[in-house]
């Protein structure tokens, strides 16, 4: 299945045109203005042909390496004419392929992709037939996703359907995968002769283990062969289709993409386009060997890409601009691979095209120097030209950068939209220290991969089981259990919360609730864990993580150096101010009773007016420096803390807390009533430890305070949003500001921050008329979407967010 497209027809000049030079603009257009997102069934074919060839003849691992290379071997390659860097994850750009051994759509699942307004995926009839006719009847009880909702317990249903906690694990699989360098360092072939030396060391005396790290090491052989392939079969069409072109400039062209597909994957890249070349390729092949939650990024781009670029620079067969133009050709491909296909509540918790692919821009070097470079400022330069939604990008702060580089980063970000966000290298290194990793890997490999994630590239496997509904906890214990939701009882009933004599009596029926929650999430996280080691290994992604192919263990069941899984936890301003109302007002002050408290939330307010008035406006509020409701925070971080962190997995990972929510903040505001810090029914909670919206009324500064008396050095990475209309942060002065701020924030240890600079105004005209701002990106939570591409709800908190003032 071969395939080349070229297009001639002339651009539309009423559309934005970007990029350094007219390949670039070109290749742009066609990736945001001429791409239409669709199902690519190509690869469901394929892997289901495999499968009924191999399936039961084999171990897993092999069968998976096996049907890998199948892939690699006969599926579609594209060509776009003037293209630099090669390889889709579809059979073009915007083609997402769908992975029916972990979730087999139904038609119906097909109809919802094509028909929706937002996030949608056009399916033809065919692709429809092949789903009915070939994928269903093989996939429908084998994927993993219909096995899982037989095997899990009817109380793990029953929170997760009234919108307590998500779970990541059933439509995709393990992922938040960061590379380090060593693709840029080895070739395939390197890695199939160190794969090849394990196994002659094998000692069968060790018994199964031994015919366990056999198959496992074939299955590592065997990807790794399909990827030469991959490389291989370009370097192939590249000179047929110079054979074909009467256009002396692409026949040149395609010439060289063939001597670079000459080199990479099979050998280590020797030149900067090679190094792209070879990372991309690398990325191709994670994301189809497996559907990984939140894709596969570079990690420290600008240091893997620093020794290629010194070197051609001073050699003279590369200029700035050449390097320059092969970064942007690069994001216009990561650009191009949507995230795949979700449905359901999955759709709801990350409800974008955006798979999450962060560069880290800036970071430390392994000595603990600054790693700032030419490179870095190339990066800076491409993001604000091209101004796309993928790659989500980032810059690592340390008290080592030099000013020169966060002032340029904040210009980036002062554009309004979104991007890059700003992350604390100290706080990273220490973050990754504190879990247990050497100084050394956390120096040379701390990176920020997902929305704020913290882990070690090319060493982790940290993957994130789901979000966590923190302030739902507290509804359940103020209805006994029972879900208005739902109209099913899901938690435990601990008594009429009426008949409480102290705060601390109600406190306890909190923490009791969240640990009930906990539990079964917990239990459930652990099957699902165990169905992954069983039966759906990554030999690819084991490859080229350490310490894999020395364990002869996969990368999901334990092989990595690192194994981490993470809870992410929202809504914990809303939770602290809750308590904070019933606290100040029901046991100190007696403002009210619980039982008035109750009539008002069940009434969403309606008739409370007084009592709403107490609670929403002259009750403490995390996010202006007051200590009486950041003394709360502090209480409920400590407490999801001692619930969740340090949990060991079947796997051996263990469990981490982290704050951040994708667009999972709106579905869980959805399926919740009114709460006691006078949030409305249904209204959608603030965004990692973003206060509530409306509640921090103080500055940015007070922000930063009540922020950073969360131990944020204890966590895998918490999200802090701040919103400034553009004149605020104008200028040179304006530049002062911002960069003050984030150095004063990671003074005192935080995580992370991010800046939507926008003015309030333009939003409601956009959510008006769509039509009057059809570019308009906005940052959400840990990465940028278009404006139009949100639904209502999420427009709505993104306007009402507190717009900050210096």
Known sequence: MTATLERTDQFDTKKMRRGSTERIKRLREISEYESEPCISIERAVLLTEAYKKWEGTCSAPVLRGRA???????????????????GEKGHKPWAAPTFPELCCHTLED???????????????????????????????????????????????????ESGLYTEFLMQR?????????????????????????????????????????????KGMRLVCEGMIIFGERYAVLAREEAEKTDDPQWKKELLELAAVCDVV?????????????????????????????????????????????????????????EARELLENFWIQFNNQPAPPKVGITLKESATYTDFCNINTGALRPDGTSGVSEVSYLILEV???????????????????????????????????????????????????????????ARESGVASGCVETGVAGKEAYVLTGYLNVPKVLELVMNRGFDKYTGKQVGLDLGDPKDFKSYEEFYQAVYDQLKYVVDVKVAGNNLIEKMYMNTMPVPLLSVITDDCIKNGKDYNNGGSRYNTSYIQCVGVATLTDSLAAVKKNVFEENNFTMEQLLSALEDNF???????????????????????????????????????????TPKGSKTIVEFLPTTCHVYFG????????????????????????????????????????????????????????????AGEKGIDSLASLVRSYFAMDGHHIQFNVIDRDILIEAQKDPNLYPELIVRVAGYSDYFNNLDKDLQDEIINRTEQSF
Do not use: C
Not at 174 to 190: A, F, I, L, M
Not at 279 to 290: K, L, S
Not at 625 to 634: F, G, Q, S, V
């Open 68 to 86: 890998f290379k199948y892939i690699m071997e006969n599926r579609t390659l594209y060509l776009e004419k003037g293209g630099l860097i090669v």
């Open 265 to 321: 994957p099979r050998y280590k890249p020797q030149t900067f386009r090679q190094a792209l070349q070879t990372y991309w390729f690398t990325h191709i092949g994670v994301t189809v060997e497996m559907n990984n939650w939140d894709a596969y990024s570079p990690g420290k781009l600008d240091q893997h890409l620093e020794p290629f670029y010194n070197k051609e620079i001073e050699e003279g067969t590369l200029t700035r601009e």
């Open 606 to 648: 309606e008739g409370h007016e007084k009592l709403f008035d107490t609670v929403y406006n002259e009750t403490p509020k995390y996010g202006n420096d007051d200590d009486y409701a950041d003394n709360i925070l502090r209480n409920v971080v400590d407490l999801l803390q001692d619930i969740i962190a340090g949990r060991t």
């Open 110 to 160: 097909f109809d919802n992709m094509h028909n929706r307004d937002r996030v949608f995926f056009k399916t033809t009839e065919e692709d429809r037939k092949i789903q009915e006719e070939i994928i269903i009847p093989y996939w429908e009880n084998r994927a993993l996703m219909t096995r899982m909702n037989e095997m899990l317990p009817k109380e793990w249903h029953l929170l997760f």
């Open 173 to 217: 699989g393990p992922g938040h995968t960061v590379g380090d360098g060593k693709v840029y360092q080895y070739g395939y072939e390197d890695f199939i002769k160190r794969i090849d030396e394990e196994i002659a060391n094998i000692d069968f005396n060790e018994g199964m283990e031994a015919f366990d790290k056999l198959e496992e090491l």
């Open 383 to 441: 993001m604000s030209e091209m101004r796309l939604l993928q790659p989500s990008s980032n810059v690592q702060i340390s008290r080592k950068t030099p000013e020169k580089f966060l002032r340029q980063a904040l210009k980036v970000s002062r554009e309004g939209w979104g991007q890059p966000a700003i992350y604390n290298s100290e706080a990273i290194i220490q973050e990754l220290i504190n879990m247990g990793k050497s100084i050394d890997d």
């Open 670 to 729: 959805q399926v919740m009533g009114a709460s006691a810090n006078g949030r409305k029914a249904g209204v959608s909670l603030p965004d990692g430890i973003s206060p509530e919206k409306g509640a921090d009324r103080n500055g940015p500064t007070a922000v930063i305070k009540s922020a950073a008396k969360i131990d944020q050095l204890k966590t895998g990475g918490a999200l802090l949003n701040q919103k400034f209309s553009p004149s605020v942060v």
